[in-house]
């Protein structure tokens, strides 16, 4: 889509004009917060969607800007849990060694 908005185009343009603004740094801090919400027990588990949904109701998020968050916070939770995943194969590999 970006090209197209680099190459004028009026219907890309339009999209992007009503995409959901990412607020980054709002949403990194979100997910350092929510991290905490985790359940903890022979592995570390995903943030809870209640959680997620408190957070957005407690902030006052638009119905938009809730599905966002929520989408944004869940790429980050999945991009973390296959990061610790990863790293207790690792572990595991090593320790069987």
């Known amino acids: 889509m970006l090209a197209g908005v680099e190459a004028g185009n009026p219907?890309?343009?339009a999209q992007l004009e009503k995409s959901p603004k990412l607020e980054w740094p709002y949403h990194y801090h979100a997910f350092g917060d929510l991290s905490?919400?985790?359940q903890i027990g022979m592995s570390?588990?995903?943030i809870p969607y209640s959680a997620v949904r408190a957070m957005a109701v407690e902030d006052n998020?638009?119905?938009?800007?809730?599905a966002t968050f929520h989408y944004v916070i869940r790429a980050l939770d999945n991009h973390f849990l296959s990061k610790q995943a990863k790293r207790a194969e690792q572990q595991a590999a090593k320790s069987s060694r």
């Open 44 to 46: 570390v588990g995903p």
């Open 36 to 38: 905490t919400e985790r």
């Open 61 to 66: 998020l638009s119905r938009a800007e809730a």
């Open 11 to 13: 219907f890309a343009i």
